[in-house]
């Protein structure tokens, strides 16, 4: 046992009041207490007086009966927030961000209070005028109502034990404390008048060895070698680590991966949770837990919904049923996500998700639900989520948590300790802390309730339970009072420590300077810095400061205040991490290559033409998409999607084209009677895609029929009334084509026959095409193809893609004959048809029929290797690159 421990142990021991900076010491000391006890063979033993300083306060406040005059946490700030939007509502302050500068305003005022001090108006700013009036306002309400906050509470117990209302300790030790502050001095100052003993209390460093630096090369290198170091030590029995981060809030979620990949990588394994080597002394925002932000989103359901929600909603484990429903609220995500819609309204939700009746056969027969529980739990969040009656923030905290056990929260499945003691948190700390808001809120509405937990749940920190390990990792502060028998600080460049200079806004900086205020000015941070580095000096025998020589493009100094210090050789054990132990201990894998799928047997596939376009594009995309039906979700996008404009506009113009029939028809219409023929198909479109009112109405589907307006205008004027006299013989013509072994299902868009009687088979297309992909050595574009070699009626011919966008109508393709269609070339002047010796058209079907059929014959036997013809083609817009690794093992072959 160190002297230091020694010392308190006795002194507690004793029947001393001993009083630290923070809680963390303070458990730190009784479990220290607990073990001495133990050691020396008692079996019971009375509890020592060990308490942080504002815990005492609060058991004092409590024995003098005043705890209802508590004015701190949440209500604290919530009252300077209203404080300041009471003054500030209708002005340019008003944009000011209230959060922040309520907090602010609340240091400043508990800085007044503790040094006992009082503003001057006639030497303030702007600004320190506008904060005297929310100040004065600040204490009359604490007047009016008889609340006490944090300095004047001091001042009560100061007075109390004076008066004998407390009894005085006759011994306190002070302990973890880098400065006393005001409120410690009158503390200190009152107990000495009683009669009392008071002692701070410090780590003795009387047999701390010279620390060493050590630079690294960057932050990430830095937590990889503290880590590795920390590692080391364990391995050689190590039982008390320390590692002290300076900027921990920043680096928090960095620090545990890697800790935890080096230290325990065993943890992602291990079934007990709360086993664990090292602990770290910041938690992570109670928001931040599953339970608490499922909590939350459930409480968030409103009359409309995002996808997002209700899609977290579908997924999430923490609502009724989430386990019983699971395959079917996966469908039915999947199902909601077709419609490619941002938003919906929640009882178009329930309508969908819940069981009814629907007519059959002239019987009424029950149809089942998507998801029939999931409907029932929507239905009573909706409930509950209507209305805008107003009420208290604690009868809203009531209603909030009895909304959630209705809904069958957090869920059916066993709950793990870690999300135990989160819901625990949510009854024990956040509820309460919503509660806590009536003492300064007036009734609000549900919203504003919900806004106000959300926000609470945002700032109380959730510190999961667990006996604390042999390697601590902790903040600069919290490591006030602790030894360590080996000790890293990392974290130490130049702006650390000593850190700038942030004096209160609100209050004038001379005052603060000379009051030697906290971070009040640069000698008062430097005066701080050293005695933060003296107290980590003496916190071990053997301290390593670091600090990272470079952050991205910066390069970087040490502390001034250590950067004398010698070099330090720290041993670091090697990395452990699963992924370097992998690399380091290969195992050796059988190796199979799987190119085959089992064969079809079915002659026909769902799919369409898309089926042998993904064949020729790459036969394992074919294979996935088309057998394995592996899709990726439908994403809803601002507006309106491209297939929905593709698909109005395919809509569209078969309209246009039922009434008109030919080119002779279209010609012979006026402008004003071709512009009524656009403007009605363009409107049958619309009504034939949006059966909602409200949908069709919306600004969007406005904006999106005079686009579409303007576009067909122009695609017929540069197109279509400029080609070779044509009538219109076939609409999406709908037939089922038999492509060697396989049947596949076409739709072709449009069939003309001009005025010689050739037939043209046109393909609308709103995106770019390109020519060349439909004539090639690997058929890329295989579906006019299709269309021309299975024409039933008669040999098309001609083939084109009728490019229909603004700016660039045109048709692309491929004809018997060059004056066919306006500059598609025939087979004879065609560059790709050339290069493959094909001067005929009939030579060109012939070549397009056994490319189709080989395709064809491939996807019906199973080939399904990874061959992708290129990457622009197959692979820069494919949504399967996950599942076929072509990028891992295109890097696997240049390694080689």
Not at 151 to 169: E, G, I
Not at 654 to 661: C, G, L, R
Not at 681 to 695: C, G, K, Q
Not at 788 to 816: H, P, T, W, Y
């Amino acid at each position: 046992m160190t002297p230091f421990l020694e010392k308190i142990i006795s002194a507690a021991a004793e029947g001393a009041l001993v009083l630290t900076s923070n809680k963390r010491l303070s458990r730190h000391l009784q479990a220290a207490y607990d073990r001495q006890m133990q050691a020396l063979g008692k079996k019971v033993w009375p509890t020592p007086q060990i308490f942080s300083l504002d815990a005492w306060f609060d058991r004092m406040i409590a024995e003098l009966d005043e705890s209802w005059r508590m004015l701190q946490g949440p209500p604290l700030k919530r009252l300077w927030e209203q404080i300041i939007e009471a003054d500030s509502s209708g002005s340019e302050k008003e944009l000011l961000q209230l959060s922040a500068t309520a907090e602010k305003a609340r240091q400043a005022a508990q800085l007044l209070s503790e040094y006992g001090l009082f503003l001057e108006s006639s030497s303030l700013t702007e600004d320190q005028r506008v904060f005297s009036k929310w100040h004065q306002r600040y204490k009359e309400i604490c007047v009016e109502q008889g609340w006490l906050d944090r300095p004047a509470l001091t001042d009560l117990v100061c007075d109390a034990l004076q008066t004998d209302k407390l009894s005085c300790p006759k011994r306190l030790l002070l302990t973890g404390f880098d400065q006393l502050s005001p409120m410690l001095l009158k503390l200190r100052q009152r107990i000495e008048a009683c009669g009392g003993v008071v002692e701070e209390i410090h780590v003795d460093n009387s047999s701390a060895s010279l620390p060493g630096l050590y630079p690294a090369n960057d932050p990430q290198h830095e937590m990889q070698q503290a880590a590795c170091w920390a590692r080391g030590l364990l391995e050689q029995g190590a039982e008390s680590i320390g590692v002290v981060v300076t900027d921990l809030q920043a680096r928090r979620s960095s620090i545990e991966r890697i800790f935890r990949d080096q230290i325990d990588p065993e943890a992602v394994l291990r079934l007990n949770e709360e086993e664990t080597i090292f602990s770290l002394s910041l938690g992570a925002p109670l928001i931040e837990q599953g339970p608490i932000y499922a909590a939350l989103e459930i409480l968030a359901v409103d009359w409309q919904l995002t996808l997002d929600q209700v899609s977290f909603l579908l997924r999430t484990p923490y609502l009724h049923a989430s386990l019983s429903e699971s395959d079917m609220r996966a469908t039915f995500d999947s199902q909601l996500r077709s419609f490619r819609q941002q938003s919906f309204r929640s009882k178009s939700i329930i309508e969908l998700a819940a069981p009814k009746e629907v007519e059959k056969n002239d019987n009424v027969a029950p149809r089942k639900g998507m998801a029939p529980h999931f409907a029932v739990c929507l239905n009573r969040l909706v409930e509950q989520a209507a209305g805008g009656k107003r009420k208290m923030p604690g009868e809203w905290a009531t209603q909030f948590d009895d909304t959630l056990i209705e809904v069958g929260w957090p869920g059916e499945r066993s709950l793990a300790s870690s999300e135990y003691q989160m819901i625990k948190a949510w009854r024990d700390k956040l509820l309460p802390a919503l509660a806590s808001l009536d003492a300064v809120s007036p009734p609000v509405k549900r919203s504003v309730a919900l806004s106000m937990l959300r926000r609470l749940a945002a700032e109380i920190e959730f510190q999961l339970e667990a006996p604390t390990g042999p390697v601590q990792v902790v903040g600069l502060l919290e490591s006030a009072g602790l030894e360590f028998d080996h000790l890293w600080v990392m974290g130490m460049i130049e702006d650390a420590l000593p850190s700038p200079a942030r004096p209160n806004p609100f209050l004038p900086i001379a005052l603060q300077v000379a009051e030697q205020m906290p971070h009040a000015s640069a000698e008062r941070e430097l005066h701080f810095a050293r005695q933060v580095v003296a107290r980590l000096k003496a916190a071990s025998p053997a301290t390593i400061f670091s600090y990272a020589k470079r952050a991205g493009d910066c390069d970087l100094r040490p502390s001034p205040l250590i950067h004398d210090l010698p070099a330090a050789e720290p041993a670091f054990a090697p990395a452990s991490d699963l992924r370097t132990q992998m690399l380091a201990h290969p195992v050796s894998l059988d190796e199979l290559s799987d190119t085959y799928g089992p064969a079809l047997t079915a002659e026909r596939a769902e799919g369409g033409t898309s089926i042998l376009k993904d064949q020729a594009l790459c036969p394992f995309r074919a294979f996935a998409r088309h057998r394995l039906q592996a899709y990726r979700f439908d994403e809803a996008q601002p507006g309106l999607d491209a297939m929905t404009r593709g698909n109005l506009l395919h809509k569209a113009l078969e309209f246009f084209w039922t009434e008109v029939k030919d080119q002779r028809t279209l010609n012979a219409l006026s402008d004003r009677e071709r512009s009524e023929q656009i403007v009605k198909a363009v409107e049958l479109s619309l009504d034939h895609s949006f059966a909602d009112p409200r949908e069709r109405q919306s600004a969007l589907v406005e904006i999106e029929q005079s686009r579409l307006q303007r576009l067909i205008d122009e695609w017929l004027s540069n197109v279509e009334q400029v080609r070779s006299p044509f009538e219109i013989i076939k609409l999406e013509d709908d037939r089922v084509e038999q492509i060697g072994p396989l049947q596949i299902r076409t739709i072709i868009d449009r069939i003309d026959r001009l005025e010689d009687g050739s037939l043209v088979i046109l393909d609308y297309k709103t995106g770019s095409v390109e020519a060349e992909l439909l004539v090639g050595e690997r058929l890329l574009e295989p579906q006019l193809p299709i269309y021309a070699i299975s024409n039933s009626e008669a040999e098309a011919d001609g083939i084109a893609f009728a490019q229909v966008r603004r700016g660039s109508c045109k048709l692309i393709g491929v004809a018997r004959e060059s004056s066919l269609l306006p500059k598609v070339d025939g087979v004879e002047k065609h560059k790709k048809a050339q290069a493959l010796d094909l001067s005929s058209w009939d030579e060109l079907l012939q070549h397009w029929r056994q490319q189709l059929e080989a395709v064809a014959a491939d996807f019906v036997a199973g080939v399904a290797m990874v061959d992708p013809v290129d990457y622009k083609h197959a692979c820069q817009y494919c949504d399967l690159t996950g599942l076929c690794r072509v990028a891992e093992a295109e890097v696997s072959g240049e390694e080689e």
